[in-house]
């Protein structure tokens, strides 16, 4: 780093899963001491626990959980900028911002800059739709803490609908889901669960559970095709328990309004259609002059999460392409990752600023787990001890809880995601089970 009486201002871009855990461990390690300025730079105002969306979306889970970026950088001592993330000047180190409007379009946010010493992306990722017509116009999606409360007013709409006889003559409604990979596996079985919930709650025409279709459609011949055989067959298997539809070898070709067309020709009509069938990097990275992109048009990165192209500037998470040695792949984007390469990127910097040697990111996988509604997750754990061990039910449920309290408490601090937890179970004990506002 330069030797500079100006501590070196290191900027992040994008506060989830793995920028939100960067900033907060940057802020105590380098920002308290005046060590460097940390600044971190998102498109909202607060924080979600991206692998809960799907609760959030099927009413399932309350949106009490988020966290306000204003509110936790004031208590952890670093600077919060809400503006959408457009573009870099290389030469000046300047990251550029586009103006954030309110939903009446007035600014909220100016467009502007900031100086940068040290960069680190971390936007995440985007529902890719591989092209097909009708996807954008026709789907909800599941990427933002926005479009899960949107899906989630939307449900509730048609539940509503359905049962005031607002939607006509429908005998039943039909829910279709594009995609059986984690996030459209864990979001059949949570609308399942909300569905039941709708009924428990005065929707009494969807007491059977015939009353409502949850079809989940899936191009590879099973489902969670990139996780292992055996999981596969049991989650397919729990899928089928509850009465969900799961059509695989079966390829969308368009969506209509009020209809899913398979590339056979089927037409399969539905009130609401969710897109989750693959993720790729935000546009803005494609963008970006002079970066080489890779697998999912993510940024390319070496070993040290430096992009290949600017020492300076490094990216994390969803958005960073970068080599799993150990399988001659790219890693994949999923939370594991995102908090790994977090907590390596701590050490990384730390290291930068005070001029040592750079070290490698090396992954370890722990496994993967998929929750299956309320109480049930399927999933294997991996490690040095256990080798690779499948489990599923009570105790995979609460392996899977436990990936959201570590996150809670590597930005919260220990006391605070511990009473936070507890408070949240109480609570759960005594609010409804589903939300119907
Ligand atoms: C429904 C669902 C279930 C999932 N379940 C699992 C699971 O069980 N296990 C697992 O490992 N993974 C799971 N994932 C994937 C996991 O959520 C992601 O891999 C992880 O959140 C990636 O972290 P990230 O920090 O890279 O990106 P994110 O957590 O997505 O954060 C990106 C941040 O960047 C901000 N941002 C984006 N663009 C801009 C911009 N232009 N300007 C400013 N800010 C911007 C966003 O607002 C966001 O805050 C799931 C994902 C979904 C959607």
Redesign the pocket.
Known sequence: MPQTSKPPQIVI???????LNLATRLSRRLGHAGKAEITL????LS?MW?????EFAAGTKGFDEEISLLEHSHRNEYNFRL????GIDREKRLVQLQAVNDPANRPLAPKRSLPYDILVL????RSNDFGTPGVAENCMM???PAQAKRLQAELLNLFLRFQTGALGAAEKLELTIIGAG??GV??AAELREAAGQFARNGIHKVRNADAVTIRLIEAAPRVLSALPETISAKVARHLRELHIDVMTGAKVARIDPGSVTLSDGTTLSSNLTVW?AGVRA?E?IGQLDGFETGSLGRLKVRPSLQTLDDDHIYA????ADCLWPAKQTSLP??????TQQAEFMERQIVAQVAGKPLREFSYADHG????ISNEGAVGSLMGKAIGTITIEGWLARRA?RS?HFLHRKSVLGPWRATLSALLGGASRRIRPKLKLH
Not at 13 to 19: H, I, K, L, M, Q
Not at 50 to 54: A, E, F, I, N, T
Not at 122 to 125: F, H, K, L, T
Not at 333 to 338: F, I, K, S, Y
Request: with cysteine.
């Open positions: 871009v994008g506060a989830g899963t793995a920028g730079v998102d498109e909202n924080h991206k692998p809960s969306l799907h503006g959408r993330f457009t971390a936007i995440g990722s599941l990427d933002t984690a996030t864990e979001l989750a935000p803005v994390l998470g969803d958005c984007p999923r939370a594991q990752v995102a993967s787990l998929v929750a899977y990936l």
